[in-house]
């Protein structure tokens, strides 16, 4: 389990903390680690991600917490979180939504990076984070993204026609950013838990998380060469912050063998890999889909 958490939520700050997700029900949330995991195991590594996430949520500076959800809050939902439902649409959509939805500098992160801890938030939360500074970018290991962080997060064109589950989402999101004159700064690449073999190194990457707890309990498991063809998008849809999708088929493992890691991409040229055809954006950054309809964003 994690480590002792505070009693109450981390002293406020300038920022609203925007945690974009789905309900961890079987069948809904981390299709793709199934096989090797059952439909009802891959919900509770699902559950312990986005737990793992919100704990850590609670502990960074904000005025607001806020989980946009696509679902019902579960006994998962720590206190000192607002709940604000996802609305219908794609995943760009609910992602400006849910940006339109705060007044002041916003920062979301998807449910897909149990790994996440308040240092790595740190920069962008500090009193000087956002002095000259417009927007926060975390790239994904996989192309997507697991952070976007807006000074002016009422600007929906930022978002809205960006690809959501293409193998340049990443790169356009970025892009996108910087096009529209924004003064960009990086945070640090993280690997989304989309695959079992993710899931192995994302547990090894945050000893004594829920997570990692999760995916001992469970047994580790590897798919085999088919695993990881799919691509991804961001998480609480799935790639974003939006969650990055996972590019490569991963193959050679052992069943409970860690495969190699990843190469790390450049900070700059993320790159997401395509989805599979018919594929639906996963849980971040990937929220899910569904939910009401996007109230007009000015």
């Known amino acids: ?164 589950s293409t193998a340049t989402t990443g790169a356009v999101q970025r892009r996108r950013l910087v096009a529209a004159g924004l003064r960009v700064r990086d945070l640090p690449e993280l690997l989304d838990a989309d695959t079992a073999a993710d899931a192995l190194h994302v547990a090894a990457a945050a000893p004594g998380s829920r997570f990692a707890a999760a995916v001992d309990r469970l047994g580790r498991r590897t798919a085999g060469p088919a695993e990881g063809s799919a691509a991804g998008v961001p998480a609480g849809a799935r790639s974003g912050p939006g969650s990055g999708a996972h590019s490569g088929a991963r193959s050679g493992a052992r069943s409970g063998e860690v495969p190699p890691a990843p190469r790390q991409r450049a900070l700059q040229e993320p790159a997401l890999r395509e989805p599979a055809a018919g594929a639906r954006p996963a849980s971040a950054p990937s929220p899910g889909g569904g939910g009401r309809p996007c109230r007009p964003a000015n």
Do not use: H, N
């Open 1 to 164: 389990m994690s480590a002792a958490v505070p009693a109450g939520p981390a002293p406020g700050g300038p920022t609203t903390l925007l945690v974009i997700a789905k309900e961890p029900l079987p069948g809904r949330v981390k299709t793709r680690l199934t096989p090797p995991y059952e439909p009802a195991e891959a919900a509770l590594l699902a559950e312990a991600a986005l737990t793992d996430t919100l704990w850590a949520v609670r502990a960074m500076p904000a005025c607001r917490r806020v989980l946009v959800l696509d679902g019902r809050p579960g006994p998962w939902l720590p206190p000192g979180f607002e709940v604000l439902p996802q609305c219908a649409g794609g995943l760009d959509e609910r992602l400006a939504a849910a940006f339109a939805a705060c007044t002041g500098p916003a920062l979301l992160v998807g449910m897909d990076t149990p790994q996440l801890t308040p240092g790595l938030l740190a920069p962008a939360l500090s009193p000087a984070g956002w002095q000259g500074c417009d927007a926060w970018f975390g790239p994904a290991a996989d192309g997507g993204f697991w952070a976007l962080g807006l000074a002016e997060p009422w600007q929906p064109g930022l978002l809205r026609g960006v690809p959501m």
